[in-house]
């Protein structure tokens, strides 16, 4: 059974810090590319940052360059979101996204069921 289950979410003052973990389970974690999205009340979700499989190249959203760092472990099935000098305007539901490719066409694609995330003083 395929499961993400993100955490580390919480309440946090503005400028401050918080760790986001996704853990994965009931597939090959290193063969997908994982990515974070979040979506505020009344928005649509959006992309924040992507790590791929295999060459491990990175995206961010350019609303958190050089603020947040994603990064995964293979051998422990986890990717994870350092969130830095956090914004008011980060406040959203933060969800992780599990997709394999092959041949340009996406073969499997999996969802966390998200974590809250508050930026206020």
């Known amino acids: 059974q395929v499961q993400l289950v993100e955490s580390g979410g919480g309440l946090v003052q503005p400028g401050g810090s918080l760790r986001l973990s996704c853990a994965a389970s009931?597939?090959?974690?290193?063969?997908?590319?994982m990515t974070w999205y979040r979506q505020a009340p009344g928005k649509e979700r959006e992309l924040v940052a992507r790590?791929?499989?295999?060459?491990?190249?990175?995206n961010y959203a350019d609303s958190v360059k050089g603020r947040f760092t994603i990064s995964r472990d293979n051998a422990k099935n986890t990717m994870y979101l350092q969130m830095n000098s956090l914004k008011p305007e980060d406040t959203a539901v933060y969800y992780c996204?599990?997709?394999?490719?092959?041949?340009?066409?996406?073969?499997?694609?999996?969802w966390g069921q998200g974590t809250q995330v508050t930026v206020s003083s």
């Open positions: 009931g597939f090959t974690f290193s063969e997908y590319t």
């Open positions: 996204r599990a997709q394999y490719t092959l041949a340009l066409t996406t073969r499997a694609d999996y």
């Open positions: 790590i791929n499989s295999g060459d491990g190249r990175i």
